[in-house]
């Protein structure tokens, strides 16, 4: 299993090492921390890129920070939305495996993305999972969706938990243990959040998604601490355990992973799933290791696509 940032990293190595080099097609690339990391992985062998954007920025940005762009295709487009267009164009083509965010609002990718112009909408529902290495966490804990659906509905909620679970099983965690977020661990009448939850629950229940087990409602603390679940009396195979913890709202899950990144120096690794193509995406304020973590990240996110679309397991 995949249990570290290091381990994503070295796991789409390795997957490159086996004869399976992706590309990325990155929309308005002229960032230097997106150049940096795109350069990085290339050097590493996890991926080829194509870099879309204004190409006299990017070249200056390049030289500016020591950047040597060594086999990275540049297009010189210095319109952004054009940008976005071409790196959206070339993986509906099917000549880009993901799509990486530049220095662009992320509305303005999503924009692209789900053109009707193009095909790359494969879901009823497009969500963010955030992947991030706590130092104080035994294990990789996924986190959904803090940058996409604003208020989900139950069935979003489900659909958020279906591409959640592709993310982990393309990281090798099947079954994964996944945690329906809620200030209790009882649908308690009046607590939107908790009766969600326990519908939530009853879906999965009642469509048994594969390698998934589940539970909820459930708070935070009784989910990720086995001390504070052994003291509380919580116990079950995903107390103090989860490998997947569905929040209750976009706020909930960006102010909690943003905590676990400021104050516990956790690494960050973002993507977009459900479209037939992953889409790397975090923050421009995030550092060249997180960037570099979700460019592999969506490498082996892209390389189980490939291997569910021909019957056969995902890399992991």
């Known amino acids: 299993m995949i249990k570290s940032a290091q381990d994503i990293i070295r796991a789409a190595k390795k997957l490159s090492s086996g004869g399976v080099r992706p590309r990325v097609a990155v929309a308005v690339a002229q960032d230097p921390d997106v150049l940096e990391a795109m350069q990085s992985a290339r050097d590493d062998g996890i991926c080829d890129g194509t870099l879309f954007g204004d190409e006299a920025k990017i070249r200056e940005l390049a030289e500016k920070h020591d950047i040597l762009l060594d086999g990275l295709d540049v297009v010189g487009l210095s319109d952004p939305a054009e940008a976005v267009m071409a790196a959206v164009e070339m993986a509906d083509a099917g000549r880009a495996d993901a799509i990486m965010k530049g220095f662009v609002p992320t509305s303005t990718l999503l924009k692209g993305v789900l053109d009707r112009r193009f095909h790359l909408r494969a879901g009823p529902t497009l969500s963010h999972v955030a992947v991030i290495d706590v130092p104080t966490y035994h294990k990789l804990l996924l986190m959904t969706d803090g940058g996409m659906v604003v208020k989900p509905t139950v069935e979003q909620k489900y659909d958020i ?156």
């Open 161 to 316: 938990l279906t591409n959640a679970l592709l993310v982990a099983h393309a990281l090798g965690i099947n079954p994964a243990k996944v945690a329906l977020s809620a200030a209790g661990e009882a649908a308690v009448k009046g607590q939107p959040q908790a009766e969600e939850a326990a519908a939530v629950m009853r879906t999965i229940q009642e469509r048994k998604p594969a390698g998934c087990e589940a539970v909820g409602p459930v708070g935070f603390d009784l989910a990720v601490s086995a001390d504070v679940a052994a003291r509380s009396g919580f116990s079950g195979p995903v107390a103090g355990d989860a490998d997947v913890f569905l929040s209750g709202s976009i706020e909930e899950c960006n102010i909690t992973v943003k905590s676990l990144v400021i104050f516990a120096g956790a690494i960050f690794a973002g993507v977009i799933v459900g479209a037939r193509v992953p889409v790397s995406l975090v923050s421009r304020t995030d550092p060249v290791i997180g960037k570099k973590t979700s460019l592999a990240l969506a490498c082996l996110v892209a390389d189980h696509y490939r291997r569910a679309a021909k019957g056969g397991e995902s890399h992991g």
